[in-house]
């Protein structure tokens, strides 16, 4: 009685069957990241969205916005230009949430005009392009609210994650060349006119 042959796959075959899968893999896995990253964003747009609506409701209740805080203090890092507590204190939002690329820290947050320094009274300045919201011409320095075109912005960290102490506190958030998608690793932001707000295109 004669047993039937069995074949299998010879060293060839299965080299060719690993390279296959290695190439699915490398076309997929990009597309998979991607995806994430515009989960993210959708859902920092939207987080932001909330906050650019209690921001307005204070700036409609005290005709002015919270002042900004930053911090030059290695422990107070994760404090730097954090969201302003009178969000939460005057009830205009329940939590301040977590940023969606890095749930360590919630959104960013600064506005021209009055503001703090390591807890000390200063003014906050926006440095922006005279095309604004175009990139390029000469820049412009703002101290005053009324006089600058952009009063507060609001932001996520976006897909860069969290900058080394804000680039060494020389992070211009106002600047749109920050700004994702402009910059792929950007932040996700929107800003405030005084009369609208806007996310970035």
């Known amino acids: 009685m004669r047993r039937a042959a069995t074949h299998g796959f010879t060293l060839a075959e299965m080299l060719i069957v690993i390279a296959i899968i290695g190439i699915l893999v490398a076309l997929l896995v990009p597309a998979l990241q991607a995806a994430i990253v515009m989960a993210k964003v959708t859902q920092a747009e939207s987080d932001l969205r909330q906050i650019s609506m209690a921001l307005h409701q204070y700036y409609l209740r005290y005709a002015c916005l919270p002042p900004a805080r930053k911090y030059c203090l290695t422990e107070k890092r994760d404090q730097f230009l954090a969201l302003p507590q009178e969000l939460i204190k005057e009830e205009f939002l329940d939590v301040l949430p977590p ?4 749930a360590s820290r919630t959104y960013r947050y600064t506005a021209v005009g009055p503001g ?86």
Do not use: M
Request: with cysteine.
């Open 116 to 201: 703090f320094i390591n807890d000390s009274p200063t003014t906050i300045k926006f440095v922006l392009p005279q095309a604004f919201p175009q990139v390029g011409g000469a820049w412009l320095k703002y101290t005053q609210p009324d006089r600058c075109p952009v009063k507060c912005i609001v932001w996520s960290v976006g897909p860069g994650g969290t900058p080394d102490f804000e680039v060494l506190l020389g992070f211009n958030p106002v600047d749109p060349a920050n700004w994702y998608p402009a910059s792929p690793r950007g932040i996700v932001c929107r800003y405030f006119t005084g009369k609208d707000w806007y996310s970035v295109p």
């Open 99 to 102: 940023d969606a690329f890095d």
